[in-house]
């Protein structure tokens, strides 16, 4: 990415950052509405109802741990690389262990991008930029999938 892109990426994420917790459930709660199946492979909270999820500590947690690891991962833009395909490994390998498809991380990626696009009034120009950012980071959660398959 070059400069501009990751002055809008930083600018643009300064809105959902404000309230990580509430950014992260807006995402999920949208996420398994949209894509009710995802809910199944969350052991903790598949039985409960959607209005419930959103008032639910354990639920929350997981939502601003998604925040962090996209907070984590903007601030690093400026660097190299090796420190977000470092982040992005690890959230690949763990969900790989929990034996979640890319499907659902595909599900997932529509969903982020339809929620920032409305937070925080995205144009045509920044969707791209943030398209080129999450494509950047499937990229390495689909590489490292492909390898802890093969290695299976």
Not at 29 to 44: A, G
Request: proline fraction near 3%; charge should be negative.
């Amino acid at each position: 990415m070059n400069s501009d892109e990751v002055y809008e990426i930083k600018r643009t994420w300064e809105i959902p950052a404000t309230t990580p917790t509430e950014s992260g459930v807006a995402i999920l709660i949208r996420f398994f509405t949209k894509y009710p199946s995802n809910l199944q492979k969350f052991s903790t909270f598949k039985d409960m109802p959607l209005d419930e999820l959103k008032n639910n500590p354990r639920f929350k947690a997981h939502a601003n741990r998604i925040m962090k690891v996209f907070d984590d991962s903007i601030k690093t833009l400026d660097d190299n690389c090796s420190h977000l395909e470092e982040i992005w490994t690890k959230i690949a390998q763990s969900h790989f262990n929990r034996q979640i498809e890319k499907q659902s991380f595909n599900e997932l990626k529509e969903v982020i991008l339809e929620v920032l696009v409305a937070a925080c009034n995205l144009n045509d120009q920044q969707t791209e930029i943030w398209l080129k950012l999450l494509d950047f980071v499937y990229e390495i959660i689909f590489k490292t999938i492909d390898q802890l398959e093969q290695d299976v």
